[in-house]
């Protein structure tokens, strides 16, 4: 069973950076678009940013220019990079893998002074 274990939320100021980390067991993780998703109290999960396999990234408007997701796959993990955190950015992130529908824990992220 491939498990995503997502990391690296925290409490950050308006304008700070954190970057999350999500890592994938298994043997396959070079095969998979991976996705980042976030949910917000109150309000739907929604897709903040994509990369295939092959590397080809894509962003949510709210996020372009601010967030950047990458992989690597010798570690079997993919980053989102925040920067320019926003409070609007509160929100309890996941990490998705869709080809084999699998989800993370998620990991929070609260914006604010």
């Known amino acids: 069973q491939v498990q995503l274990v997502e990391s690296g939320g925290g409490l950050v100021q308006p304008g700070g950076s954190l970057r999350l980390s999500c890592a994938v067991s298994?043997?396959?993780?070079?095969?998979?678009?991976m996705k980042w998703y976030r949910q917000a109290p109150g309000k739907q999960r929604e897709l903040v940013a994509s990369?295939?396999?092959?590397?080809?990234?894509d962003y949510d408007d709210s996020v372009k220019g601010r967030f950047t997701i990458s992989r690597d796959n010798a570690k079997n993990t993919v980053y989102l990079q925040m920067n320019s955190l926003k409070p609007e950015d509160t929100a309890v992130y996941y990490c998705?893998?869709?080809?084999?529908?699998?989800w993370g824990q998620g990991t929070q992220v609260t914006v604010s002074s």
């Open positions: 990369i295939s396999s092959g590397g080809d990234t």
């Open positions: 298994g043997r396959f993780f070079s095969i998979y678009g």
């Open positions: 998705n893998a869709p080809l084999i529908g699998v």
